[in-house]
């Protein structure tokens, strides 16, 4: 079976010689390929990019000038050969057993077209990281059936991107969201299994992770628009007494009660805190979406 790993970037200089490392140097099994799609950018990792490929001859760079993360994706795609294709980010650094545990996944279950697994923080175990955690991606504590799996951390079948085609370039973020969606509704499953993992380099202040969930919620707007029938507990239309009951616990319940399951990550009994501050981060998600909403009915 050939594996290609897939990596978009985009001004991220300073990060990428570690996601190369740990694909390169420090995997149980290498990959037949590795495809970089690079952005460019003020940081550019082109001569990083260009170190590594001397170590490791099946690297190859493709240079685009960078629209977003789905026109990237889609400039890369058509050069990626393997029988699974591995995604991962710039800022990511996979554990050794990641490919390996990836191919066992597929050769398993050979009904999903995407699996992906853990993400966690690199950055330690200060207070904020913790947050940053738990916030972030989904954690299950064992092998299950998902609507998505995040793009940091996600394998895919050929015949899945063969039948799916492109990413959608007029999504700024939520791409893989979408493309997951895609895939069900072809008929693939979508599988978490908890044992594949990746570290990532999360925010690293309080305003950037406030600004990145606020962006994840201007994202959402933007794909529930799209696919309506996608489940969700924020209502796309205010026409009856139930969508008004809906938007307002989705403002106010919600974002707690997900806060409090979330915080139990942290420890067992999360104080009230922990709870508050993870479900201010939560809000900060439904304004982005909100204010798309108001953007979208002004045009």
Known sequence: MKITVFICTYNRGNLINGTL???????????????????????????????????????????????????????????????????????????PDWIDRIVEAHDKFPEAGVIGGDVIDASGNSFLSNIADATTFPHYDATCEVRSVPGVNSSYKREVIEH??????????????????????????????????????HRATWKGLFHQHYMYGRAHYLV?????????????????????????????????????????????????????????INISNRIGTTLEWCFDKND
């Open 224 to 280: 529930r628009k799209k696919w309506p029938e996608m489940y969700s507990h924020y209502p796309l239309v205010i026409h009856s007494l139930w969508h008004v009951i809906k938007w307002i616990s989705s403002w106010i319940y919600i974002p707690f009660l997900d806060a409090k399951n979330k915080a139990k990550r942290l420890n067992a009994h999360p104080n009230g805190f922990e709870i508050l501050i993870m479900g201010i």
């Open 21 to 95: 490392e740990a694909l390169i140097n420090n995997q149980t099994r290498n990959p037949n390929e590795i495809i970089v799609v690079n952005g460019g950018g003020e940081n550019d990792c082109q001569k990083t990019l260009e170190k590594w490929q001397k170590e490791f001859s099946s690297l190859k760079i493709i240079q685009t000038k960078n629209k977003n993360l789905a026109a990237s994706r889609n400039v890369g795609l058509p050069h990626c050969s393997g029988d699974l294709i591995l995604q991962t980010d710039d800022d990511a650094r996979p554990f």
């Open 164 to 201: 799916i085609g492109e990413y959608d370039e007029n999504l700024f973020r939520g791409e893989d969201v979408d493309y997951n969606w895609r895939a069900i509704q072809k008929g693939w499953k979508i599988l978490y299994i908890p044992n594949i993992k990746v570290i990532h380099i």
